[in-house]
């Protein structure tokens, strides 16, 4: 059962911009934390974004703060997170994954890589 479903990816030229999109029809709801993750080729799996539900918190990791926003929209039944990048450099380049858990605001962090739900992920490609 599809939970989440990330898209956006895409290849782009260095200095460029995509927007990630994660959609779900099916954790909706006060408590939901929801994060992107990327998985660089030859390097751990990195926790880059979280934002609490409705938007009450946001996290970015320092390695990509400046370039990486996150944000969420949402209505009855559909809640969306997005991943805005800008100024794309080629070590971006890797599958970028949507999770998502119901916690407290407190405990929703880039720390967390425990989260219940991930998506199948979606490529992003920059080239120089």
């Known amino acids: 059962q599809v939970h989440l479903l990330e898209s956006g990816g895409g290849s782009v030229q260095a200095g460029g911009s995509l927007t990630l999109s994660c959609n779900t029809s099916?954790?909706?709801?006060?408590?939901?934390?929801m994060a992107w993750f990327r998985q660089i080729p030859g390097k751990e799996r990195e926790g880059v974004a979280t934002?609490?539900?409705?938007?009450?918190?946001?996290?970015?990791a320092d390695s990509v703060k400046g370039r990486l926003t996150v944000s969420q929209d949402s209505d009855n039944s559909m809640m969306t997170m997005y991943l805005r990048m800008n100024n794309l450099v080629p070590e971006d380049s890797g599958m970028y994954y949507c999770?998502?858990?119901?916690?407290?605001?407190?405990?929703?962090?880039?720390?967390?890589?425990?989260?219940?739900?991930w998506g199948q992920g979606t490529h992003v490609s920059v080239s120089t």
């Open positions: 934002i609490y539900y409705g938007g009450a918190a946001t996290s970015v």
């Open positions: 999770a998502a858990m119901f916690v407290g605001q407190a405990r929703c962090g880039l720390w967390r890589n425990d989260f219940d739900y």
């Open positions: 099916k954790l909706i709801g006060t408590g939901l934390c």
